[in-house]
């Protein structure tokens, strides 16, 4: 069973740098495509970006110039780095595995993050 | 960016009621389209890929159709464990997004 675990800091304060990692167990990040996406509170879904195994990477243009999204296969983990953060970067942050036609088949259970001084 | 629209915002029905979610794109995204249930304090759960094709333990119940721009998820006989948020996802072009979601509440 795959499973996904976001970890990280639950408060960051403004214009710092966001940062989280998502543990892959039952399956290998050198497949498959692993993706960030984000939800404010009470709010819908946005997707934040993916990485492939190989490094490449695919993001939102609304958050590109603020994203870093890199890959350790040797700990089967992948990670997201927000830079010059604000309130509106509130929101609980999912990792999920993009399946090969890119639809997000499993997920973590979600890091809630607040961006607060 | 595609727009997906979903209507309505909230369906209030009955368990053994059937449900009709629609999901409108801005523009055509083919079939490559997604529904996934999102319940209090979980993750999305994907239901539906590719506008039709039932994910691994989907129930029989929840079924997708459309194509284009014009897409529909029904859930034939509700159950009390299927009241929840409805999002459609497109993959037909970068960057993926999502509808706002349609919320199934008990009447």
């Known amino acids: 069973q795959v499973q996904l675990q976001e970890s990280g800091p639950g408060l960051v304060k403004p214009s710092e740098t966001l940062s989280l990692t998502c543990t892959v167990s039952g399956d290998s990040v050198s497949s498959f495509y692993w993706n960030w996406i984000r939800q404010p509170p009470g709010k819908g879904l946005q997707w934040i970006g993916y990485?492939?195994?190989?490094?490449?990477?695919n993001f939102n243009p609304s958050l590109r110039g603020r994203l870093t999204i890199s890959v350790d296969t040797s700990k089967n983990q992948f990670s997201l780095n927000l830079s010059s953060v604000t309130a509106a970067d509130t929101a609980v942050y999912y990792c999920a595995r993009g399946n090969w036609n890119y639809y997000l088949d499993y997920w973590g259970q979600g890091a809630l993050v607040t961006v607060s001084s | 960016e595609i727009v997906l629209t979903q209507s309505p915002a909230t369906l209030s029905l009955s368990p053994g009621e059937r449900a009709t979610l629609s999901c409108r794109a801005s523009?055509?995204?083919?079939?490559?389209l997604a529904w996934y249930q999102q319940k209090p304090g979980q993750a999305p759960r994907l239901l539906i890929y590719?506008?039709?094709n039932r994910a691994t333990g989907i129930p029989a119940r929840f079924s997708g159709s459309g194509s284009g721009t014009d897409f529909t998820l029904t859930v034939s006989s509700l159950e009390p464990e299927d009241f929840a948020v409805y999002y459609c996802?497109?993959?037909?072009?970068?960057?993926?997004?999502f509808g706002q979601g349609t919320k199934v509440e008990i009447k």
């Open positions: 590719d506008a039709s």
């Open positions: 523009q055509s995204v083919s079939n490559y």
């Open positions: 996802q497109q993959r037909s072009s970068w960057p993926l997004t």
């Open positions: 990485i492939y195994y190989s490094g490449s990477t």
